[in-house]
């Protein structure tokens, strides 16, 4: 296939980037620098300007475009770019694809698993409604833009949980780990709705060609606790898991990205991906666990 994306040089975008390529795929890269390569085109979302012939020479879209969520603390302008630049690049993609005379056959858009808000004692799937919080308003604002695609391209949400890998969501975790100043997370008991890089990469490779269409969960299939989690990872790097972060703290530091990020409870099931045949190569946490310290470690 023929794959335009948008966000390959960002650490999900890179690894699908790659994995496609290994694959046999051709990939066309949408950047924001001078193009440097033969299937690099400029773009600028914010403006509103990409190369809609790019679109009639494409099979597919991948949409993993945005200012990093992970990024902290969410000041007031943070929160604004948060916003815009999804929009921005959804509504530029979705506009170029409207204007081809062949549209492309398949848009996936990124989307997160914050959509869903904060649900304790709920078992999530891709049928439960809209939560509340500044997340998940973003959430529905970008998966609407996602969704104006023309009707003959089929679209898919991407609605991706705790990325666990060095370079994501483990990053902060393992540092703290490192110093030796690892505990509880206000009680730790709230689910996290994880994933291993190989499952996220694997499943956004397999949606491109399977015929689901709308929001599907990239979360692993067996739930973990943030106390799960953090436990596992300190196990593996022989540091002590002693010192608690009291909710009221984490808040109070942090503001909507502490109750969004760290202390909703979200107990989410991959339902469309497991009906849709999609093997997961680490179906519980323990391994994702080990494999991003494996790969933190150059192992």
Known sequence: MRVLMAGASGMIGSEVMRALTDGGHTVLQLV????????????TPEDGFVDTGLFDRVDAVINL??????????????????????????????????????????????????FYGDRPDELLTEESAA???????LVQQWESEALRAPSATRVVLLRTGIVLDAGGALGPIRLLTTLGVSGPLGGGTQH?????????VGAIVHLLTSS??????????????ADDIM?????EMHRPYLVP????ALRLALGDAAQDLLLADRRISPTVLLDDGFSFAHPDMTGAVDEALARANGS
Not at 131 to 137: C, E, H, I, K, V
Not at 212 to 225: I, M, R
């Open 32 to 43: 924001r620098h001078v193009p440097r390569e033969e299937n690099q085109f400029g773009w």
């Open 65 to 114: 475009s945005g200012a990093s969520i992970s990024r902290l603390p969410w000041t007031p302008a943070y929160k604004r770019e948060l916003l815009a630049s999804r929009i921005s690049a959804t509504r530029t993609l979705v506009e170029g694809m409207r204007r081809a005379k062949t549209p492309p056959a398949v848009f996936l858009s990124g989307s997160a698993e914050g």
């Open 131 to 137: 939560g509340t919080g500044f997340l998940s308003g």
């Open 192 to 200: 996290w709705p994880w994933i291993s890089m190989r499952d996220e």
């Open 212 to 225: 689901v269409s709308g929001p599907v969960n990239l979360v692993g299939p067996e739930p973990a606790t």
């Open 231 to 235: 436990r596992r990872l300190a196990a």
């Open 245 to 248: 972060a009291p909710a009221f």
